[in-house]
């Protein structure tokens, strides 16, 4: 029953990553990247700085910079972080990686000029796949992990 829940989750978010929508960007500042997406759901989206306990990890880990991405529900409701988004010198990252446990400041998306940009995002479905949010969150997740959703800050 778990591989076949898994199985439509991955179905579903393959199928979302190939959305006809216009799209938009959002930046993410204080990384120096900005994140595609498509235009209905950009005004769902704010960013802001990792807050909590954790900050004080990543900034010891070695981080340039990190932002936290927040999505808002259609329905009233808090928003929710969807994805962190880290940028870090690639040796202090390659340094990080522990093959015997999940990546604690996510997975490489892309590398260029001697950085990483990884991000961390959801590990399950933080809405019902067949609500609005959840066919959004769809869409997000399909792209957050491809190099081509990410354009460098000018």
Request: with cysteine; charged share 20%.
């Amino acid at each position: 029953m778990k591989t076949e829940r898994t199985l439509l989750f991955l179905a579903l978010v393959s199928l979302a990553a190939c959305s006809g929508q216009p799209e938009a960007v959002l930046p993410l500042d204080p990384v120096p990247f900005t994140l595609k997406t498509a235009e209905a759901i950009l005004p769902r989206l704010s960013t802001g700085p990792i807050e909590g306990p954790f900050a004080g990890e990543v900034q010891k880990a070695g981080a340039l910079a990190s932002a936290t991405l927040y999505y808002s529900p259609l329905e009233q409701g808090e928003k929710v972080i969807f994805m962190t988004a880290y940028w870090f010198p690639a040796d202090q990252f390659d340094l990080l990686q522990n093959p015997d446990s999940p990546p604690l400041f996510g997975f490489e998306v892309l590398r260029q000029d001697g950085k990483v940009l990884s991000v961390a995002g959801p590990v399950d479905a933080i809405f019902a796949p067949d609500t609005p949010d959840g066919k959004n969150l769809l869409e997000l997740y399909g792209a957050i992990y491809l190099p081509e959703t990410y354009r460098a800050s000018e």
